[in-house]
T-cell receptor, first 114, second 112 residues
């Protein structure tokens, strides 16, 4: 295991639902990331938090809302999603958001939007 | 346009054989290049990170090379094992930003 856990591992939701993805890291890191991985497409960086402050929002639609209450926890709140948002959502952490830091990924949440 | 292209898209080899995966990038300004291994149903795991000044880095049976002049990198796997079956992803980060450009990966299957 990498020290990064994500829950739930699988989620099916309707377009009108509100749900949240949770990520927790046990590595003492200060930077956390959300990525989206769609079939046959490269990983897409969504959000970056460094010392609980959001440092990157990669033009993500407002139906995705991140929250980082402390350096160990990261949430992704979902509401009124579209079927094309179905994907694997990966959380990662690193010591800091330095360009040579190794990122440790969680196992991901497989999201299906009906 | 900042892009990372990987080849081949997929590869099948026999256990014990060597193989080489390619990564070409047009990312500028360049900061560093990473190779990740992603098993099915799991998150990526970092194999190597190389900065501009490094042209080779090894991690066990995995050896990555970087030619910053031609903007090419390769990942060489020696004496492949069944557990090497996975997707291998090349990632380049831009200098001065926190942006990462991901390739679509090479899917490797090692057969007994």
């Amino acid at each position: 295991e990498t020290g990064v856990t994500q829950t739930p591992r699988h989620l099916v939701m309707g377009m009108t639902n509100k749900k949240s993805l949770k990520c927790e890291q046990h590595l003492g890191h200060n930077a956390m990331y959300w990525y989206k991985q769609s079939a046959k497409k490269p990983l897409e960086l969504m959000f970056v938090y460094n010392f609980k402050e959001q440092t990157e929002n990669n033009s993500v639609p407002s139906r995705f809302s991140p929250e980082c209450p402390n350096s160990s926890h990261l949430f992704l709140h979902l509401h009124t999603l579209q079927p094309e948002d179905s994907a694997l959502y990966l959380c990662a952490s690193s010591q800091e958001n330095l360009r040579t830091d190794t990122q440790y990924f969680g196992p991901g949440t497989r999201l299906t939007v009906l | 346009k900042n892009q990372v292209e990987q080849s081949p898209q997929s590869l099948i080899i026999l256990e014990g054989k060597n193989c080489t995966l390619q990564c070409n990038y047009t990312v500028s300004p360049f900061s560093n290049l990473r190779w990740y291994k992603q098993d099915t149903g799991r998150g990526p795991v970092s194999l190597t990170i190389m900065t501009f000044s490094e042209n080779t880095k090894s991690n066990g049976r995995y050896t990555a090379t970087l030619d910053a002049d031609t903007k090419q990198s390769s990942l060489h796997i020696t004496a492949s094992q069944l557990s090497d079956s996975a997707s291998y992803i090349c990632v380049v980060s831009l200098s001065g930003t926190y942006k990462y450009i991901f390739g679509t990966g090479t899917r490797l299957k090692v057969l007994a």
